[in-house]
């Protein structure tokens, strides 16, 4: 069993104010590399503040935090942002697109940040824009895509550092029903052909349904953990 991701009695409080907001109360769990995990709950659950807390964008207030076995509390913010860049893809539900730049120059933002030299740069990104099936659209603007085609730049802009862990928060939220399958299809090849760990956070039971694993939470606690043996 390889472990990629473990919490324990992870909490996390929101202060506002003189009024402290309980998020997250006491989250155990684990997820092994490989799995596709769907993570599901009304608003105000604690999805999305799992997911932040997973991802290196927040800070619990109490609990325990593993992350290929580091321990994210002892994580300096440089070191924090060091790993968000190179072991960990996030794709959200609004793209999270730079208008000025094409597709390529797009993908090949985390792979700078990386100082990864150009040639090799340009051609990382080409080939993780061929993974998601938009290789002859590299030179295209975001205005010059179709909703499902930009959500596929970002997803390539995800996996060109070729991460441990994929986060997904609600990434159809703003797609039409044909376009969401077409991307859930993609997430489930990842997972499926290249082994990629994806924790997706989702409102939509047939979403949901492409997890091998899914997740309940509720009132900032674990309300059901189901594992398909399909």
């Given at each position: 069993?390889?472990?990629?991701i473990?919490v324990?009695?992870?909490?996390?409080?929101?202060?506002?104010g003189e009024?402290?907001v309980?998020?997250?109360?006491?989250i155990?769990?684990?997820?092994?590399?490989?799995?596709?995990?769907?993570?599901?709950g009304?608003?105000?659950?604690?999805?999305?503040?799992?997911?932040?807390i997973?991802?290196?964008?927040?800070?619990?207030?109490?609990?325990?935090?593993?992350?290929e076995?580091?321990?994210?509390?002892?994580l300096?913010r440089?070191?924090?942002?060091?790993?968000?860049?190179?072991?960990?893809?996030?794709?959200?539900q609004?793209?999270?697109?730079?208008?000025?730049y094409?597709a390529?120059?797009?993908?090949?933002?985390?792979?700078?940040?990386?100082?990864?030299?150009?040639?090799?740069?340009?051609?990382?990104?080409?080939?993780?824009?061929s993974?998601?099936?938009?290789?002859?659209?590299?030179?295209?603007?975001?205005?010059?895509?179709?909703?499902g085609?930009?959500?596929?730049?970002?997803?390539?802009?995800?996996?060109?550092?070729?991460?441990?862990?994929?986060?997904?928060?609600?990434?159809?939220?703003?797609?039409?029903?044909k376009?969401s399958?077409?991307?859930?299809?993609?997430?489930?090849?990842?997972?499926?052909?290249?082994?990629?760990?994806?924790?997706m956070?989702?409102?939509?039971?047939?979403?949901?349904s492409?997890?091998?694993?899914?997740?309940?939470?509720?009132?900032g606690?674990?309300?059901?953990?189901?594992?398909?043996?399909?």
């Amino acid at each position: 069993m390889d472990i990629l991701i473990e919490v324990k009695e992870l909490v996390k409080i929101y202060q506002l104010g003189e009024i402290q907001v309980p998020a997250l109360q006491g989250i155990t769990l684990s997820i092994e590399r490989g799995e596709f995990v769907a993570i599901m709950g009304a608003s105000g659950s604690g999805k999305s503040t799992f997911m932040n807390i997973l991802g290196f964008l927040d800070q619990p207030t109490g609990g325990l935090y593993l992350f290929e076995g580091i321990n994210g509390e002892n994580l300096s913010r440089e070191e924090r942002a060091e790993i968000r860049n190179r072991k960990i893809g996030f794709v959200f539900q609004g793209f999270n697109l730079l208008s000025k730049y094409s597709a390529l120059e797009n993908v090949e933002l985390p792979l700078i940040y990386s100082k990864v030299p150009g040639s090799r740069r340009r051609e990382m990104a080409r080939r993780a824009l061929s993974a998601v099936g938009l290789g002859d659209r590299s030179h295209h603007h975001p205005l010059q895509l179709s909703g499902g085609e930009q959500q596929r730049v970002a997803i390539a802009r995800a996996l060109v550092n070729q991460p441990s862990l994929l986060l997904a928060d609600e990434p159809t939220g703003n797609l039409d029903t044909k376009t969401s399958k077409e991307i859930m299809e993609i997430f489930k090849r990842l997972n499926e052909e290249m082994g990629i760990t994806i924790v997706m956070i989702t409102h939509e039971p047939d979403i949901a349904s492409y997890g091998k694993r899914k997740i309940l939470f509720k009132d900032g606690k674990v309300a059901g953990d189901h594992t398909s043996r399909l």
